[in-house]
């Protein structure tokens, strides 16, 4: 179902200007002022004085008694709750975003909690790009026009927004080109603009065209070892260029890791393009009681899902999703990353947070990516994963252990002062759990037991060996497979999946790189420079060019 695009009084923007080609200039879509700890938000508008936005999404001013329902409740889309003032832009397929009607919406990729995002034909340089559209509740709405977009924070918002954060570190790599940072393995804004609609004014954010997120990877690829560590060593140099730079990511894991698309995917026609992806998938939304306000679009669509193996995705990676970044200079107290790649220092938040930070993250996205694993239990909570811990890089040091106590009101087994005895089991209790692992498979770190166990794919092994042949042919392009990866899920008996397990060479390599990572205090970690010369890796840092 496609939709008329909205009228051109929806959709004025103000000011959009390429940044990346000019990397003598600063950021051209905004003048920043963060000379101190409080920045205000400037936006373009019509109006002679500022109104605040509230940012508790009320619900529209539309008509007494109406409401919404999906003919079909069970499409994985957006809460029509969010169509609200303050809250999503309703697009439709076919609607022109921008300036001039720039972007022609195609697609849609996805939306989380703030924001949608749609892959849009860029008319300006016919590529396909993703259009971040954030929530109109976040900024101020503009008040007047200018040539520029200002983009900085509203004073009356406590905390900075993601996008905010996200622009200012688009700030500090604005001397590079869009290639530059795509080589690099950097996914970050292109431009901004601004938007109005119905539910008000949304900053809009315009990024490269990128595939799939790393999660899941392992399950189909995990017999391709020379890949995974390609792309494990893609992801050092990328987290060793950010930190080159002053700046720490602050959320990496594989979640927030995109695929870059094979060579030429953007320069694709759009018949090209849903021939391959196939075309959006819209659900209707009915009014019930009245009559349908502009709040609310007309349906919503499902979201874009690229296979690894559908011979779009490339073997090169961009670290995206900076809404927590931070200057290593000025860090933070807490990053807000979930626990299983969380460091001690953002868990007891009693040593300052920084590279060594990132670092810790990273070792957990190369278990994962390498073992479909992370070292400290996904589902655990704080006292477990602090238990996972200690029967891996040994006892909690004393530095953490007042934390632990007072903070998270834990009574410890052994004697808290003493940094030889773990807090979380008594010594019989550590001990037994050590040995049990010993009998199994000689290993007695948890850490070490883990990467011996054999791991589950969704292979079989006519895939297994219709992959390999593909990676042979180096063509930059990851391998294909059929059926789908949720088909595999879903269908293919467990009986008949691959069980994979690590080489013993293998695994002790991987065993000493990630313990060199797992250190309780930030300053015993591996430097990402240690990291991309580790054996493990064997001779890519010699040969591995990036710019």
């Known amino acids: ?14 000011s959009v200007v390429p940044q990346y080609p000019q990397p003598e200039a600063h950021f051209p879509v905004a003048n920043l002022d963060i000379s101190g700890d409080e920045m205000s938000l400037h936006s373009p508008s019509p109006e002679a004085e500022l109104e605040n936005a509230d940012l508790g999404f009320p619900a529209p001013p539309a008509r007494p008694g109406v409401y919404y329902q999906l003919e079909n409740e069970h499409i994985v889309a957006e809460s029509l709750d969010d169509y609200c003032s303050g809250g ?8 022109c975003l921008g300036s001039g009607g720039r972007f022609r919406v195609l697609h849609k990729l996805g939306d989380g909690g703030f924001a949608t995002v749609w892959l849009c034909r860029d008319k300006l340089t016919n590529k396909l790009r993703a259009v971040k559209i954030n929530a109109a509740g ?19 918002v406590p905390e900075k927004t993601n996008t905010i954060i996200e622009f200012e570190i688009s700030q500090v790599f604005s001397g590079y080109s869009s290639e530059e940072l795509a080589a690099n393995g950097i996914a970050l804004p292109l431009e901004y603009f601004w938007l109005e609609g119905p539910n008000g004014w949304h900053l809009c954010a315009v990024l490269p065209f990128f595939g799939p997120r790393l999660t899941n990877l392992f399950q189909v690829y995990a017999h391709c070892e020379e890949l995974l560590k390609d792309i494990c060593f893609q992801l050092a140099l990328s987290m060793r260029f950010l930190h080159s730079h002053g700046i720490c990511h602050g959320d990496f894991r594989p979640a927030n890791v995109l695929l870059q698309l094979a060579e030429g995917v953007d320069d694709w026609t759009d018949e090209e393009l849903l021939a391959a992806v196939g075309a959006p998938e819209t659900i209707p939304i009915m009014a019930v009681g009245g009559e349908h306000s502009p709040n609310v679009p007309r349906y919503l669509v499902s979201g874009l899902d690229i296979e690894f193996g559908s011979g779009l995705c490339s073997t090169k990676t961009a670290v995206a999703d900076f809404g927590v970044a931070y200057r290593a200079d000025r860090p933070p107290l807490s990053s807000g990353i979930p626990l299983p790649y969380a460091p001690p220092e953002d868990i007891f938040q009693r040593s300052s947070m920084g590279f060594a930070s990132d670092i810790w993250s990273l070792g957990c996205t190369i278990s994962q990516i390498r073992l479909s694993h992370l070292p400290f239990h996904e589902d655990a909570d704080v006292d477990e994963t602090i238990g996972e811990m200690e029967a891996t890089i040994g006892p909690l040091p004393l530095l953490y252990r007042d934390s632990w106590k007072h903070e998270f009101q834990y009574d410890f087994a052994n004697d808290e002062f003493d940094e030889s005895l773990p807090v979380y089991r008594t010594v019989h209790g550590f001990e037994m759990a050590r040995e049990e692992r010993v009998s199994i498979n000689d290993s007695g770190n948890l850490l070490e037991f883990s990467l011996k166990q054999p791991r589950v794919t969704v292979l079989t092994p006519a895939m297994m060996e219709h992959i390999s042949k593909q990676l042979f042919q180096a063509t930059g392009v990851l391998p294909q497979y059929s059926p789908t990866l949720g088909e595999l899920l879903a269908h293919l008996p467990f009986h008949e999946r691959f069980q994979y397990r690590l080489s013993k060479e293998e695994a002790a390599q991987l065993f000493d790189l990630l313990i060199g990572i797992f250190k309780w205090l930030p300053e015993d970690r591996l430097s990402t420079e240690q990291i991309v010369n580790h054996p493990w890796f064997g001779y890519r840092n010699l040969c591995f060019y990036r710019a």
Request: charged share 20%.
């Open 138 to 156: 976040a900024f101020t709405k503009p008040q007047r026009q200018c040539e520029r977009a200002e983009i900085t924070e509203q004073a009356n």
């Open 1 to 14: 179902m496609v939709g008329k695009s909205l009228s051109s009084a929806a959709h004025r923007a103000t």
């Open 88 to 95: 999503f832009h309703p697009v439709h397929i076919g609607d």
